[in-house]
């Protein structure tokens, strides 16, 4: 259904791989978060969580925050220390930028939900391996299920390539929209706001990503 307004505003949409859609159910299916009826159960199980080894370095989990219904669901790669010192996601300057970003297509921290792949922060802030990845899946799924946004917003290459489970450089993921996952969900790739600090002249093509967000949300159908 939401592929053919999508396609009527003259969007094109990638759907996901069969394959990668049944992995991403796999890890689910594996795990008990997928019987947890509410976000608040599932961020008390992930606070005592010890399926990967960053368990035993975090100051504590950051599982998400923002509306519980929100339409759009941001999702990054993993907190830095900045957010497992607060326990809460995009904190920092890159956070400030983000917010500031959204608010200029009128939309709020607080009308969102943003969250990681990963709920505790990698050592030195390498990059997630795929086993920790893998570990914690199972907790997004149950999040994005339990939110039910509208549409997601992949920052950052990691994110957006495991989203996806493409290995495309970001800079050809973004600019279109995806289907993730069986229910669907249209999807954005754009640049991590860490990025956009450093690269400022990205910034246009977030913008660009933001609008075609903004666009979806906006579209009544
Ligand atoms: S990163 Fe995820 S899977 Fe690993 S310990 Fe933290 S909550 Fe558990």
Redesign the pocket.
Known sequence: MRHEYLAALGIPVWVQRADATDAAEAVTDDSEASSISSLDDLAAQ?SA???????SS?TQ?VFGVGSNDADLLIIGE?PGADEDRQGEPFVGRAGQLLIAMLSAVRLARADVYIANI???RPPNNRDPKPA?AE??TP?LERQIALIEPRVILAVGRIAAQWLLQSDRPIGRLRGTVHSYGTAGIPLVASYHPAYLLRSPLAKAKAWEDLVLVSQILNDPS
């Open positions: 992930v969580c010890t399926r990967c080894a960053l368990h975090r989990t993993a990963l709920k505790c920790e570990a914690c907790y």
